[in-house]
């Protein structure tokens, strides 16, 4: 997905958010995301992005981070599914605006001697870090807010691009101050 | 007690209460076929496994019990996917145990390997692929509880063959905490705001009809909804699904809505200013084009799956529960009301119902001579039989004879396929009823494209001594495509001629051990009939060979408003 469309999905500049987050808490048994990505397909929903990882020490449950484009689907009808699915143990519904959201980047861009610097720079202003240097080449690692994220990604297409991988964002809600 | 695996399931099963289990073994399922010989559990043997599926499904919708039915893994497992695709659309509680290759195996392609949790995961409630032979007990109570509460519907547990061989130790779980189960929590009892609301809309509709589904029966609600039903004084209509919910004899009863039904129960829910859905799911065949359905009417919708609440047509008043305990909260809502003076004269609307009933009866033609009308034979059948008689159908031209012109005066007497529409399902299907309800007359109306498909099951009907009696009603075709090539491409007929005669069914039947009657014109249906209601010690196969080119009426063409609902040409002539 380029920045373009991931703009799209968030409304662009001016739009409203169209995408949601869904906190998913499923017992982590063999098939379960197979279950809940099944789900989706089956009753034509589509998943933006997805995270999963055990959520507890005993490793009995995982989150399921879900960007659901909700174009695709009235988001209730989307909850009422996955919560029909016996391994989903809870479900919540994060807005963007109530959520703390966060994505890992990880990127391999072509260096010349000029161009070096330049990216080394780039990445300390952002607050990331280089976790791999080859001859000419660096891997460079950041981990932030998706837009921030989408900012820095958008500032590195002057660069040639090797590899490029996000996680996908987690999620939690965003903590009442009173 | 040290129990193996093997042992440990069917004890599993015993603990549960099933007294009849439907199956065929193989070699991964063989150790479990072990226990079988001295267990309490009556095994029938099947000659395919879709057989056995259909053969549960028709078990648990007589008696209101899961059904059981046990298959090798592999090919015998994806045999019964379409028995679990259905139950799964008509929420039918089905046990399924499949039997699996060793843990070690799975994974290599081994023989007779096949993924069936992963194949059947969007067609049941839930599966499970039991590792340990401890879990047998927890997995076997659980699988029975996600089947028979909430929504009900089929589960799957894939056996592999080393956890049968292996050994535990035998405990029973004593209660549904023990079961593992964090995530599954089904509705009960309506939310009492909402039920209040409901019983306002109620009091203030002037036009409200009663649009009952199979929920109502999965709900053991048929008694609660009488008394709704006859406290309001609304018309009720009941769904494919939900035949003899109410009775049809009921003078508020309307009959079936949808694509082939009752024309004053459509055109009551099209004109309709409330519609009170308890147990249905608006389902394509029943609100031809949504936008254009019930344009006037608010909803009240009642369902067990929160899902079903606005999934389709949003509600005004949407109440997730159990449709016995919500229609029995909104009868106590209602009497705490007391008596509304200002609730709306229900006449006017009753004075229209009546009008459409008399200017739109189910009607055929008639006429003397030529050859059987298969609404006759119906006719005939209905008359022939006990009133509680139990009717299987499978799908097509014949389903849709059978619903409209049986008369269903009893609940749980109609075994179909509706929302999968499995051609096929009949004839096992009814003698998994007949299983169930041996003291009843069980009537298989199926079709003869139908028959063809699952008809090697009257051989384990004769085996096992159940004697059902099929009614193919023989057109030659595979009528309701033949209908649909006649009214919609321009009678090109495009492969769906099957041939009278070809097979021989009277002979099929010989040949399969029942008795075989053959009704070639108008006057041998009623002594066909009469036969096989004589015969009660083998299976029954009466061929009547019916007039080829009958169409199902009345008709909502698909994706079509049920205003442009098309009646029989006669009445059509009739009314301009």
């Known amino acids: ?178 | 007690m040290q129990l193996t695996g093997a042992q440990a399931l069917i004890k599993s099963l015993e603990m549960q209460g099933v007294d009849v289990m439907f199956g065929l073994p193989g070699g991964a399922i063989l150790p479990v076929y072990d226990p079988i010989i001295d267990s309490s559990i009556r095994h029938i043997l099947v000659r395919h496994e879709q057989g056995a599926g259909h053969m549960a499904e028709g078990y648990a919708m007589v008696t209101g019990k899961p059904g059981v039915a046990m298959v090798t893994s592999g090919p015998g497992a994806t045999n019964i996917v379409t028995p679990l695709a259905n139950a799964y659309m008509d929420s039918t509680p089905l046990i399924v145990v499949s039997g699996q290759v060793a843990t070690g195996s799975i994974g290599t392609d081994a023989f007779q390997e096949c993924d069936i949790t992963g194949v059947t995961m969007g067609i049941t409630k839930h599966n499970w692929l039991i590792k340990d032979v401890d879990d047998i007990p927890r997995v076997v109570a659980a699988a029975f509880h996600v089947a028979t509460t909430g929504r009900p519907g089929p589960v799957l547990i894939d056996f592999p063959k080393d956890i049968a061989n292996a050994t535990m130790e035998w405990y029973w779980p004593t209660s549904v905490d023990d079961l593992d189960l964090p995530g599954y929590r089904p509705v009960t009892y309506g939310d009492p705001a909402l039920v209040r609301q409901a019983a306002e809309l109620i009091r203030a509709a002037q036009r409200p009809v009663l649009y009952v589904g199979g929920g109502v029966l999965k709900a053991r609600a048929a008694e609660a909804l009488r008394a709704l039903a006859e406290r309001t004084g609304i018309p009720v209509v009941t769904t494919l699904m939900a035949r003899g919910a109410f009775p049809d004899s009921h003078p508020q009863c309307l009959g079936m809505p949808g694509m082939h039904g009752h024309y004053t129960a459509v055109t009551a829910m099209q004109r309709s200013d409330l519609l009170i859905s308890l147990g249905a799911r608006f389902d394509d065949r029943v609100t031809g084009k949504i936008s254009a359905f019930a344009p006037e009417a608010k909803i009240i919708h009642v369902d067990i799956d929160p899902a079903e609440l606005g999934k389709v047509r949003a509600a005004d008043v949407g109440i997730a529960g159990d449709c016995r305990l919500v229609i029995e909260e909104l009868l106590s809502a209602m009497d705490a009301h007391g008596e509304a003076p200002e609730a709306p004269d229900l006449a006017p609307w009753w004075e229209q119902i009546h009008k459409w009933q008399e200017q739109f009866p189910l009607y055929y033609d008639h006429s003397e001579g030529g050859a059987i009308k298969p609404q006759m034979v119906v006719e005939q059948l209905r008359d022939a039989a006990p009133s509680d008689a139990i009717v299987v159908a499978g799908v097509g031209q014949h389903q849709m004879w059978a619903s409209q012109y049986w008369q269903f005066d009893y609940p749980y007497t109609w075994v179909n396929s509706g929302g999968a529409g499995t051609m096929g399902f009949a004839v096992p299907a009814s003698i998994g009823a007949k299983v169930g309800r041996p003291d009843r007359t069980v009537w298989a109306i199926d079709g003869d494209g139908c028959f063809q498909m699952t008809a090697q099951e009257l051989v384990t009907a004769t085996a096992e001594q159940i004697p059902v009696k099929i009614a193919i009603l023989n057109n030659a075709y595979l009528g309701m495509v033949r209908q649909w090539q006649e009214m919609f491409y321009e009678e090109r007929y495009s492969e769906v001629y099957l041939s009278p005669d070809l097979p021989d069914y009277v002979k099929w039947a010989e040949a399969m051990g029942c008795v075989g009657i053959r009704a070639e014109s108008p006057e041998d249906v009623g002594p066909a009939i009469e036969k096989a209601n004589s015969i009660d010690d083998r299976p029954v196969v009466v061929d009547f060979r019916t007039d080829a080119f009958e169409k199902v009426y009345p008709m909502v063409a698909a994706g079509q408003s049920n205003d442009d609902i098309v009646v029989h040409p006669d009445q059509e002539a009739q009314a301009r």
């Open chain 1, 1 to 178: 997905m380029t920045p373009a469309n991931l703009s799209a999905i968030q409304g662009g500049k001016t739009g409203k958010p169209r995408h949601h987050i869904l906190s998913v808490l499923v017992e982590n048994k063999a098939g379960v995301l197979s279950r809940v990505a099944g789900l989706f397909s089956r009753r034509g929903f589509n998943i933006y992005s997805l995270a999963v990882a055990p959520t507890d020490e005993n490793e009995h449950f995982s989150r399921i981070t879900i960007v659901v484009d909700v174009e695709s689907a009235p988001l209730e009808q989307v909850i009422m599914q996955l919560d029909k699915l016996v391994n989903v143990v809870s479900i919540g519904e994060l807005s963007p605006s109530e959520a703390v959201e966060r994505e890992l980047l990880l990127v391999t861009v072509d260096v010349g001697p000029t161009e070096r610097s330049q990216v080394i720079q780039l990445v300390g202003v952002f607050g990331g870090e280089v976790v791999s240097v080859g001859a000419d080449r660096l891997t460079v690692m950041l981990a932030g807010r998706p837009e921030k994220i989408d900012d820095f990604e958008g500032l590195l297409e002057q660069y040639t691009v090797v590899e490029l991988q996000r996680t996908g964002r987690v999620a939690l809600p965003k903590l009442d101050r009173h």
